[in-house]
């Protein structure tokens, strides 16, 4: 059974670029969280999206967002790109997003803004 | 709001030795995830605690959940290098939409 896929795992933008990461959840899952950790916040939560809905957001900037298509795959865009923006963005798979089954987290994309 | 604290933050032992990590939270939830990081490598799950009194055990790890004492321990039985790696506590920020809060990480170094 294929776990969850992140791509790409590694990204270097600039300054004021964006960003599109992609996050392919466990098939049959239809619920993708994302997530964002640095060394000086831990881990934080971004986003989630069921059925293509976002049903949740963190306490991040509009610059931060995404969306869920049809076969639960999800997309996170960050915009004008900050350097503070550089961390470790992983996202993460489960049935329907009620936790009895656990979070299934991918690899994660590395993303260093310079 | 919801804060997931975890303690100790920093852990040496040797090998053969046992502890526990304690595992905080301030608002009622009765769902509570292990998991453990590896240096540059992502989130793997170790235990899902769903109710009040639940105890799960793998190999020379054990977690429990007191959900009226807000709290959370992981047991490392028997230390060994392996078991070296960053644990994380998450709990559920919100009803059934996918939010964890997660505690700081607790760093662990099995000294040989």
């Known amino acids: 059974k294929a776990g969850v896929t992140q791509t790409p795992r590694y990204l270097i933008k600039t300054r004021g670029q964006q960003v599109t990461l992609s996050c392919s959840p466990i098939s049959g899952h239809r619920s993708v969280s994302w997530y964002q950790q640095t060394p000086g916040q831990g881990l934080q939560f971004l986003f989630e999206y069921f059925s293509e809905t976002q049903r949740n957001k963190g306490n991040f900037p509009g610059r931060f967002s995404g969306r869920q298509f049809s076969n639960s795959r999800s997309e996170m865009n960050v915009s004008t790109l900050e350097l503070g923006d550089s961390a470790l963005y992983l996202c993460?798979?489960?049935?329907?997003?009620?936790?009895?089954?656990?979070?299934?987290f991918g690899s994660g994309t590395r993303l260093t803004v310079v | 709001e919801l804060k997931v604290e975890q303690n100790p933050l920093f852990l040496s032992m040797q090998e053969g030795k046992n502890y526990t990590i304690y595992c905080n939270y301030s608002?009622?939830?009765?769902?509570l995830y292990w998991y453990r990081q590896d240096p540059g490598k992502s989130l793997e799950s170790l235990f899902v605690l769903l109710s009040n009194g639940a105890v799960k055990q793998e190999g020379r790890l054990m977690a429990s959940l007191d959900t009226k004492a807000r709290l959370s321990t992981l047991h490392i039985t028997a230390a060994v290098h392996d078991l070296s790696a960053t644990y994380f506590c998450a709990v559920d920020g919100s009803s059934n939409t996918g939010k964890l809060i997660f505690g700081q990480g607790t760093t662990l170094q099995v000294k040989p």
């Open positions: 608002t009622t939830s009765d769902r």
């Open positions: 993460a798979s489960s049935l329907v997003g009620t936790g009895e089954y656990g979070y299934t």
